[in-house]
Antibody, heavy 119, light 106 residues
Framework: QVQLVQSGSELKKPGASVIVSCKAS????????MNWVRQAPGQGLEWMGW????????TYVQGFRGRFVFSLDTSVSTAYLQISSLKAEDTAVYYC????????????WGQGTLVTVSS | EIVLTQSPATLSLSLGERATLSCRAS??????LAWFQQKPGQTPRLLIY???NRAPGIPARFSGSGSGTDFTLSISSLEPEDSAVYYC????????FGQGTKLEIK
C-alpha cells in the first residue's frame, strides 16, 4: 500500500537549518508530484507548494520562497524539505502529501514532522 | 489568492444528529473543492474530492455538495469518532485551505 514515512522530530536553534525527509513506497515515485503542507501549533493547514516528481522542478507559494527548498532523490524515492535560517515562527508540523488514488487531491499524507525552533 | 471561509468556527451537536458545515470561496472554484478531516494529533484525511465525490473508504454518512463559491459538507448521523476539525481546500488556482470548523460531539 502507499506509504509516506517522514523523518523524526527536530529541535533547532534560531539561524540553523533543518532537512525533513519523506520516503515514499507502494507506488511509482516519479509519477506523482509531492506537496508540502505546514501546520503551526494550534493552527490550520497551509499549503507551501509542490515539486514535480518527473522533472524535480519546485514551485513555492508566496511566503515560502527563499528559505525553503524542495528536492527529490528518485533513486531512494524520497522527497526533502530544507529550511534555512530558522526562525521561531517556523515551529510547526510539516507534512508531505500527494495524490495517488484520486485526481489531484491529497489522499496520501506523511505522518508529519514537528520542527521546533527555540534558543 | 482564493480565500475560503468556513462556518461555523465551532459546531456542537449530539450523537445521531446531522451536521452541516459550510465553505465559501472568494471567487468561483468550479467543483475543485475537497474536504479533509483532522482528529487531534493525527494526519489530515481526505473525505470528499471534486465537491461531491467520497474518497475511497469514507463512510456513506459523509456527503459533499455545491459548486462555484458555496459548498457544504454534511454528516448525516453523527458518531463519536466524527469529532474533529474539518477543512475545505480548493485547487482551481494553486491551493488554499479554509481555516477549519471544529465539530464537537456532545
Amino acid at each position: 500500500q502507499v506509504q509516506l514515512v517522514q523523518s523524526g522530530s527536530e529541535l533547532k536553534k534560531p539561524g540553523a537549518s533543518v532537512i525533513v525527509s519523506c520516503k515514499a513506497s507502494g507506488y511509482t515515485f516519479n509519477k506523482y508530484d509531492m506537496n508540502w503542507v505546514r501546520q503551526a501549533p494550534g493552527q490550520g493547514l497551509e499549503w507551501m507548494g509542490w515539486i514535480n516528481a518527473k522533472t524535480g522542478n519546485p514551485t513555492y507559494v508566496q511566503g515560502f520562497r527563499g528559505r525553503f527548498v524542495f528536492s527529490l532523490d528518485t533513486s531512494v524515492s524520497t522527497a526533502y524539505l530544507q529550511i534555512s535560517s530558522l526562525k521561531a515562527e517556523d515551529t510547526a508540523v510539516y507534512y508531505c502529501a500527494t495524490h495517488i488514488g484520486v485526481p489531484q487531491d491529497f489522499d496520501s499524507w506523511g505522518q508529519g514532522t514537528l520542527v521546533t525552533v527555540s534558543s | 489568492e482564493i480565500v475560503l471561509t468556513q462556518s461555523p468556527a465551532t459546531l456542537s451537536l449530539s450523537l445521531g444528529e446531522r451536521a452541516t458545515l459550510s465553505c465559501r470561496a472568494s471567487q468561483s472554484v468550479g467543483s475543485y473543492l475537497a474536504w479533509f478531516q483532522q482528529k487531534p494529533g493525527q494526519t489530515p484525511r481526505l473525505l470528499i474530492y471534486d465537491a461531491s465525490n467520497r474518497a475511497p473508504g469514507i463512510p456513506a454518512r459523509f456527503s459533499g455538495s455545491g459548486s462555484g463559491t458555496d459548498f457544504t459538507l454534511s454528516i448525516s448521523s453523527l458518531e463519536p469518532e466524527d469529532s474533529a476539525v474539518y477543512y475545505c481546500q480548493q485547487r482551481l488556482n494553486w491551493r488554499t485551505f479554509g481555516q477549519g470548523t471544529k465539530l464537537e460531539i456532545k
